[in-house]
């Protein structure tokens, strides 16, 4: 189920089926480039990332780890299931405590899942713009945060949501700057301003 490659390099790209991948196709096919993501039944490469988002991902991991009850947890790149043909990997989860059964857990249900957190990247922006957002919603995850880089000072914002149960798509709840406060999924108070990027 390979295709020959056009080129000289010897790597070989599966080709997709016909009704497209699955999760379990995720993850058996060798391989694969770390990150590996499947939307809509197709395998998402992800770019090499900018200094902005590794260091974002960073400040968020240590805001959110200082405050999180023993009944969640937090975690950085992971594959959640959302549905068979739906496996992201938001740059940050928050999870239940119960759904790490070990250190080999490769993935989340989306019923596990409290907050997916997109950092934006070039490459990836109509995905976590658009696309993801409403796949989580469509899954039920509660929470959602939108993080870009604004200005010339390359100043972070943080675009928080909340999955609304009637629509049952996200609201906007707050848009934040220098710090990011809010009491859901739990207290969050974490200083995301340029300075406190810089400082990593």
Known sequence: MTAEPTTAHSSRWPVPPQDGYTV???????DLPPHTELID????????????????????????RSTAPPEVKVRREMTVVLDRR??????????????????????????????????????????DREAKPHKYATAGIP???????????????????ELDPV????????????????GVPFPVDVDISAEALAAL
């Open 24 to 30: 379990d196709d995720l993850f058996t096919l060798p």
């Open 41 to 64: 039944g197709s395998l998402v490469f992800v770019r090499p990332q900018r200094d902005f988002h590794s260091t974002m991902i960073d400040l968020l991991m240590t805001g959110l």
């Open 86 to 127: 739906n496996a992201p990997e938001p740059d940050v989860s928050v999870v239940r405590t119960e759904a790490i059964t070990g250190l080999d857990v490769t993935r989340y249900q989306a019923a596990d899942v409290l907050l997916a957190v997109e950092v934006v990247s070039p490459d990836s922006e109509a995905r």
């Open 143 to 161: 929470h959602f945060w939108l993080v870009e880089m604004t200005g010339t000072d390359q100043h972070p914002v943080v675009r928080v949501y």
């Open 167 to 182: 629509t049952k798509a996200y609201a906007l709840t707050g848009i934040h700057h220098d710090r990011l406060k809010t």
